[in-house]
Antibody
Framework: QVQLQESGPGLVKPSQTLSLTCAVSGDSIRSDDYYWTWLRQHPVRGLEWIGYIHGSGNTYYNPSLMSRVLVSADTADNRFSLKLISVTAADTAVYYC????????????????WGLGTLVTVSS | ETVMTQSPATLSVSPGERATLSCRASQSVSSDLAWYQQKPGLAPRLLIYGASTRATGIPARFSGSGSGTEFTLSISSLQSEDFAVYYCQQYNRWPRTFGQGTKVEIK
């Protein structure tokens, strides 16, 4: 059974860098079959897709965040990470990691596996 | 990006009644549409993908329909555990986008 678990600081100061890690068990992040994804949920603005890293190392980001975000992978420890620079209060949210299949032949489609989520508050 | 619009924002339903939730996409997403259920403090849970395919373990009272830009999630006979917030999400285009949610509350 695949499990994802987010970890990282719950409080980040404005203008600093938000850094989170997602530990994956039950699957390999080197798999060609999946996009390993970060999403967030704002109290008011709702669910927002941030970006992914694929087993090939390819990444793709939401254009609204592209200038500030980096997703990377640590294949030795089977985890992937999110860095978001120059944060403001608008980046306060619950951050989730999730898995999305790259191919339709790998059900379920969409985000079938999620981490529990971690609240990150941006405040001085 | 593809904007997903859900209606209504809140739906008040009595247990045992049917609930019908709507989701509209600003451009065609074919059948690449998923529905999620979220309860307080928990991550979203995948209910439906491919517009109409139930995910593993999802009861038959949940059904999805639609294609293109108009989609519907129906819950045939609401149980107490079904009162939650429901989101639609398209995975046809990048970036992936979600609706703002419909809260199903007890009438």
């Amino acid at each position: 059974q695949v499990q994802l678990q987010e970890s990282g600081p719950g409080l980040v100061k404005p203008s600093q860098t938000l850094s989170l890690t997602c530990a994956v068990s039950g699957d390999s992040i080197r798999s060609d079959d999946y996009y390993w994804t970060w999403l967030r949920q704002h109290p008011v603005r709702g669910l927002e897709w941030i970006g992914y890293i694929h087993g090939s190392g390819n990444t793709y980001y939401n254009p609204s965040l592209m200038s500030r975000v980096l997703v990377s992978a640590d294949t030795a420890d089977n985890r992937f990470s999110l860095k978001l620079i120059s944060v403001t209060a608008a980046d306060t949210a619950v951050y989730y990691c999730a898995r999305e299949p790259k191919y339709r032949r790998t059900p379920p489609e969409a985000f079938g596996v999620w981490g529990l989520g971690t609240l990150v508050t941006v405040s001085s | 990006e593809t904007v997903m619009t859900q209606s209504p924002a809140t739906l008040s339903v009595s247990p045992g009644e049917r609930a019908t939730l709507s989701c509209r996409a600003s451009q065609s997403v074919s059948s690449d549409l998923a529905w999620y259920q979220q309860k307080p403090g928990l991550a979203p849970r995948l209910l439906i993908y491919g517009a109409s395919t139930r995910a593993t373990g999802i009861p038959a009272r949940f059904s999805g329909s639609g294609s293109g830009t108009e989609f519907t999630l129906s819950i045939s006979s609401l149980q107490s555990e079904d009162f939650a917030v429901y989101y639609c999400q398209q995975y046809n285009r990048w970036p992936r986008t979600f609706g703002q949610g419909t809260k199903v509350e007890i009438k």
